[in-house]
């Protein structure tokens, strides 16, 4: 088992940024790919972000490239997703999610487990 707790949501205006963190605990977090979905109020959940297990190869949606960054500290068993240059549709609840599969996949299915979720709301 994976446990993953995320942290850093919150209101934010439009045009800012806010980093969100997630604490794995439980298995060895460098064998596990890492990523975020998103779920808006209404909306299907939604790929957001994906970085490998050694933080070489990171891929992302086409909504967020170029705005959002994934990154990971394998000594302190964290993912990062740093977010800037928010809009009013990124307002979400952001989940955690980890895959003991290397084959990149944006399918929510794939992902083993996940976090609580943490709610960002950006405001125009």
């Known amino acids: 088992q994976v446990q993953l707790v995320e942290s850093g949501g919150g209101l934010v205006q439009a045009g800012g940024s806010l980093r969100l963190s997630c604490a794995a605990s439980?298995?060895?977090?460098?064998?596990?790919?890492m990523g975020w979905f998103r779920q808006a109020p209404g909306k299907e959940r939604e790929f957001v972000a994906r970085?490998?297990?050694?933080?070489?190869?990171?891929y992302y949606a086409d909504s967020t490239k170029g705005r959002f960054a994934i990154s990971r500290d394998n000594a302190k068993n964290t993912v990062y997703l740093q977010m800037n240059s928010l809009k009013p549709e990124d307002t979400a609840v952001y989940y955690c999610v980890a895959d003991r599969g290397v084959v990149l996949s944006t399918r929510e299915g794939e992902y083993d487990y996940w976090g609580q979720g943490t709610q960002v709301t950006v405001s125009s």
């Open positions: 439980g298995r060895t977090f460098s064998n596990y790919d």
């Open positions: 970085i490998s297990r050694s933080g070489g190869n990171t």
